[in-house]
């Protein structure tokens, strides 16, 4: 009985642990994708030694495209602040509101 219970309980985290494994190798993290689309530049350049370890270095430090726009201010989230606070320092409300947030909101 003791070692079937063993053998079961074997069994059994054998197959958790193969199952964590799979998730993964399946998901691989950001820095892998970005690693991945980085190497696959330099390839179709043909590039060399020196030249290819600058544009890895600069390819792996840039920032993501949506980074650089919250850090720059230009995201939605950031427009509501600032036209939300402009109407309310204008003390509007109603339909001049309502027209003041949709041209503030399209226009920055």
Do not use: I, W, Y
């Not at 074997?10 to 970005?34: E, N, R, Y």
């Not at 590039?47 to 544009?55: I, N, P, Q, V």
């Not at 230009?74 to 339909?95: E, I, R, S, V, Y």
């Amino acid at each position: 009985m003791k070692k079937l219970l063993t053998l079961l309980a074997l069994g059994m985290s054998l197959t958790l642990g193969a199952a964590h494994a799979a998730d993964a190798v399946a998901a691989p993290s950001g820095q892998q994708s970005k690693m991945k689309s980085c190497n696959a530049d330099p390839k179709a350049k043909e590039l060399k030694g020196d030249e290819r370890k600058a544009f890895m270095k600069e390819c792996l430090s840039a920032k993501p495209a949506a980074a650089e726009a919250a850090a720059t201010g230009t995201t939605q989230q950031n427009k509501m602040k600032t036209c939300n606070a402009d109407a309310k320092t204008k003390a509007l409300k109603g339909d001049e509101r309502k027209a003041f947030m949709k041209e503030c909101l399209s226009n920055k």
